[in-house]
C-alpha cells in the first residue's frame, strides 16, 4: 500500500511539471509575426526625400532641422544628442531640446562636416544620457545632395499667321536652331530632378504682380523642358512679358529665374534677365 502511494505521488508531481513545460496557444489576434519589437529611435530630416527604388534617403545641404522620435519616453534627467560623421570629419556631439518622445535641433550642415560631400552619405548617431559617459544607441545614413540641378532652357519665338498679330513662344532643354551653347541639360545626378514650371505674365516687372495677377500662361512637368504657349490673344507682338521658372531636385536645391521678353512688332526682340542664371540663350525661330 505505501508503494502504490509513493507511486502516485511520483506520477501526481511529474504531471505538474510537464505542465509548466506545455506550450501556450496563444489568444485571438496573437498570431505568427506578431510581437516583433518597433525600432527604440526613429530620425527625420527636413525635406529629406526617399527613393522609392533605391531606398535611400537625400537631404541637402542646408541648415535643417533633425528630429528624433523615441518608441518610449526619454527620462527626465537624460540628454539626447545628435552627431553626424562623413568620411572626412565629424561635428561633435550636437545636444537636442525636447521632453518625452520627441527631440530636435537645427544643424547647419556644411559647417558641421566643414563642407558638403555631394552624393555621399554621411552617418547621423543618436545618444541618450550624458556626452561623457554614454554609449551610440542608433544611426542612420543620409546621402546629402549639395549640388542644384543642371539645365538649359532654350526658347524660341514666332508669329501664328500671315495677318495675326498674336505669338508662339516655345521652350525646350533641347538645343534648336543655330543657338550658340555648348551643352544641353535638365539633369540632376544625386537625387533626381523634382520638377519644373514656366509662368508667364504680359506686362514687365513692375506691372505685373505675379501674386495676384493671372497669368498668361502656365506649364510645368519633369524632364526634359517641353511646351510652347500656343497662340493666346494675351500673347502678341510688339509687347512685353514677365517670365518666371522654377527648376529644383528632390531635396529643394534649385533656382527661380525671373525674366522679361521684348517682342517688335513681328520678331523676337531680346531678353533682360541676370548673365548668373542658367538661361543659356534664346533664338528667333
Known amino acids: 500500500m505505501k508503494k502504490l502511494l509513493l507511486v502516485l505521488l511520483i506520477v501526481a508531481l511529474a ?5 509548466g513545460c506545455l506550450p501556450v496557444t496563444p489568444s485571438e489576434g496573437e498570431g505568427e509575426g506578431e510581437g516583433e519589437p518597433e525600432p527604440a529611435v526613429t530620425i527625420t530630416v527636413e525635406d529629406e526625400y526617399l527613393d522609392p527604388v533605391s531606398g535611400d534617403i537625400y537631404i541637402r545641404c542646408d541648415d535643417l532641422l533633425f528630429t528624433v522620435t523615441f518608441a518610449e519616453a526619454v527620462a527626465a534627467d537624460q540628454d539626447v544628442w545628435i552627431k553626424l560623421t562623413d568620411g572626412k570629419g565629424e561635428s561633435g556631439w550636437i545636444p537636442t531640446s525636447g521632453t518625452g ?4 535641433t537645427t544643424i547647419p550642415v556644411g559647417c558641421a562636416l566643414e563642407g558638403c560631400p555631394d552624393c555621399e552619405p554621411i552617418c547621423i548617431e543618436v545618444m541618450v544620457g550624458d556626452v561623457c559617459c554614454s554609449e551610440t544607441i542608433y544611426h542612420e545614413v543620409r546621402i546629402v545632395d549639395s549640388k542644384d540641378p543642371l539645365v538649359a532652357l532654350y526658347l524660341t519665338v514666332e508669329d501664328c499667321g500671315p495677318c495675326d498679330d498674336m505669338a508662339n513662344i516655345s521652350f525646350t532643354s533641347s538645343k534648336i536652331g543655330e543657338c550658340d551653347v555648348e551643352d544641353t541639360c535638365c539633369d540632376d545626378d544625386c537625387s533626381g530632378v523634382a520638377g519644373w514650371t514656366v509662368t508667364t505674365w504680359a506686362g514687365r516687372e513692375k506691372e505685373v504682380n505675379t501674386e ?5 500662361y502656365e506649364a510645368s512637368g519633369v524632364c526634359p523642358i517641353e511646351g510652347s504657349t500656343g497662340c493666346l490673344d494675351c500673347l502678341v507682338f ?3 512679358y514677365w517670365v518666371e521658372v522654377t527648376f529644383y531636385d528632390n531635396v529643394g536645391n534649385g533656382s527661380e529665374w525671373d525674366f522679361e521678353i521684348e517682342l517688335d ?8 534677365t541676370d548673365e548668373s542664371i542658367r538661361i543659356i540663350d534664346m533664338c528667333d525661330a
Open 101 to 104: 518622445t520627441e527631440f530636435t
Open 238 to 240: 510688339d509687347a512685353v
Open 212 to 216: 495676384c495677377d493671372t497669368p498668361c
Open 265 to 272: 512688332e513681328d520678331s523676337f526682340v531680346g531678353f533682360d
Open 15 to 19: 504531471s505538474f511539471l510537464f505542465a
